[in-house]
């Protein structure tokens, strides 16, 4: 720990995907190992990092009036540092238009050189201005404490990158090809989670089914489950993000098997139109789609499956968006998480014709959530009456008078309850389903 910045104190704050949030946690790991205490108050704070997201427009949009805002604070406080990292700052041409942008940002990093960031800390505090933005991948992260200890839920990442090149898609550019950690690095970093009390570990990568891939053994993304299953301690095991076209019936099989692997399947759709998802370059049809949904339903009857869906893609049709819909019908996705799509620069589909206007984006966008919020409440509504074991994370954001945890399938659960049984697992009582979450009631003894 520097002794210069002791008694220091940082702010993170994660935009975007669950991979970005894993790389705040790096960095505020970092910044701790550099003297700086974790706070939530940007008034007090030394040191702002904000990790930033570009897969879509409105997310780098809110980005930028953070930015912004954080002006002031610097005008108030001129020791104040602020870091900008991830993925918008990552994209080929961005950082000399976000330097003219926002001039008073000390440090600019991207996704390929966050080892170096307690170095950046050091000539920030220097009074240097930083801006390190790596054309390729540095050096794994292994020396580096990844996840945060003494949490009761960690996201552990198995692998960076991407190989797929969707067309609409920017993270195989500003996050480079895909790189698989190894597994006994893996495997080390949960088992020093578990022992820090965490009971909950979610293993991350762009796309988990590959995972090995790149690695000289015979080790897949299944063998890696089956061996983090084996830590005593975990209570829930969870994975994001499966790539259709790589989700093998090993892997099924190995979640059914499992004792604390989750039965939930995030598998993004994107589109049910085998004529849009081959202008995305998805590299699956919709037939191939539906059989994994029905393989998955065959093996694990009760698995929760959930998706990604983008309407508004080059060259949609009415008829290409009523499939996407049908899709819905056929796979009833307990949840769906849905967008319209928007332009990035620098990736194919920002250059294809046929863009479709704003006005008939939103009519889809809405007309597919009103069917998926009824799908969503319809798949809860199944689950009245049952009892569910849930893990207790602590008051509820909305109602702090009761307590909130989820399934294993991933289902939102309130419940009253004594806030000491935080980090335990309970068995609930389903009583009242809404679209997003489930009410119920903790069963005794």
């Known amino acids: 720990m520097s002794?210069?910045?002791?008694?220091?104190?940082?702010?993170?704050?994660?935009?975007?995907c669950q991979m970005s949030e894993r790389d705040a946690e790096t960095l505020t790991e970092i910044s701790a190992q550099e003297g700086y205490s974790q706070t939530n108050d940007l008034e007090s704070a030394d040191l702002i990092i904000i990790n930033t997201c570009c897969v879509r427009e409105s997310a780098e949009n809110k980005i930028l009036g953070k930015i912004g805002e954080l002006k002031r604070l610097k005008?108030?406080?001129?020791?104040?540092?602020?870091?900008?990292?991830?993925?918008?700052?990552?994209?080929?041409?961005?950082?000399?238009?976000?330097?003219?942008?926002?001039?008073?940002?000390?440090?600019?990093?991207?996704t390929h050189n966050l080892s170096e960031f307690g170095c950046f800390i050091r000539q920030a505090e220097e009074d240097q201005k930083v801006a390190e933005v790596w054309k390729e991948p540095g050096p794994a992260l292994e020396a580096t404490p990844l996840a945060e200890k003494g949490k009761l839920k960690a996201n552990v990442n198995i692998s960076y990158g991407c190989n797929n090149?969707?067309?609409?898609?920017?993270?195989p550019y500003v996050r480079g090809r895909e790189r698989s950690r190894k597994p006994e690095d893996i495997l080390r970093e949960a088992q020093k989670l578990v022992e820090s009390g965490c009971k909950e570990i979610t293993l991350l990568g762009q796309n988990v089914n590959s995972y090995g891939q790149d690695l000289d053994m015979t080790y897949d993304?299944?063998?890696?489950?089956?061996?983090?299953?084996?830590?005593?301690?975990?209570?829930?095991?969870?994975?994001?993000?499966?790539?259709?076209k790589d989700l093998s019936d090993k892997l099924i099989e190995t979640v059914a098997a499992g004792k604390h692997l989750c039965p939930h399947f995030h598998l993004p759709i994107q589109a049910g139109s085998n004529e849009i998802l081959k202008r995305m370059n998805r590299k699956y049809t919709r037939e191939y789609y539906l059989e994994r949904i029905k393989k998955i339903r065959e093996i694990i009857p009760e698995s929760s499956i959930t998706t990604d869906i983008i309407v508004g893609f080059p060259g949609e049709t009415?008829?290409?968006f009523e499939q996407t819909l049908d899709i819905i019908d056929k796979v009833h996705y307990s949840q769906a998480f849905t967008f319209m799509?928007?332009?990035?620069?620098?990736?194919?589909a920002a250059k294809m014709k046929d863009q479709i206007p704003l006005d008939v984006k939103k009519r889809r966008l809405q007309q597919?959530?009103?069917?998926?919020?009824?799908?969503?409440?319809?798949?809860?509504?199944?689950?009245?009456?049952?009892?569910?074991?849930?893990?207790?994370?602590?008051?509820?954001?909305?109602?702090?008078?009761?307590?909130?945890g989820r399934t294993a399938g991933n289902e939102l659960v309130v419940f009253p309850g004594d806030p000491a049984l935080k980090g335990s697992l309970v068995k609930v009582h389903m009583m009242e389903a809404h679209?997003?979450?489930?009410?119920?009631?903790?069963?005794?003894?």
């Not at 002794?3 to 975007?16: I, Q």
């Not at 090149?165 to 993270?171: D, L």
């Not at 799509?341 to 194919?348: I, V, W």
């Not at 679209?435 to 003894?445: P, R, V």
Request: proline fraction near 6%; include cysteine; charged fraction near 25%.
């Open 341 to 348: 799509y928007s332009k990035r620069s620098g990736t194919p």
């Open 3 to 16: 002794n210069s910045f002791k008694d220091k104190k940082v702010v993170t704050l994660a935009y975007g």
């Open 221 to 244: 993304f299944a063998d890696l489950l089956k061996k983090v299953d084996e830590i005593p301690g975990l209570l829930l095991i969870r994975f994001l993000t499966s790539h259709p």
């Open 435 to 445: 679209s997003w979450t489930l009410l119920g009631e903790i069963i005794k003894g």
């Open 165 to 171: 090149f969707c067309t609409y898609c920017i993270v």
């Open 75 to 110: 005008e108030k406080n001129p020791r104040l540092k602020i870091a900008v990292s991830g993925c918008m700052v990552q994209q080929p041409g961005a950082l000399e238009r976000l330097q003219h942008r926002a001039p008073h940002v000390d440090i600019w990093t991207g």
């Open 368 to 404: 597919l959530m009103d069917l998926q919020n009824d799908q969503s409440l319809e798949w809860r509504k199944k689950m009245l009456g049952k009892n569910y074991d849930v893990l207790v994370e602590g008051p509820s954001k909305s109602n702090p008078d009761r307590l909130t």
């Open 318 to 320: 009415e008829e290409d």
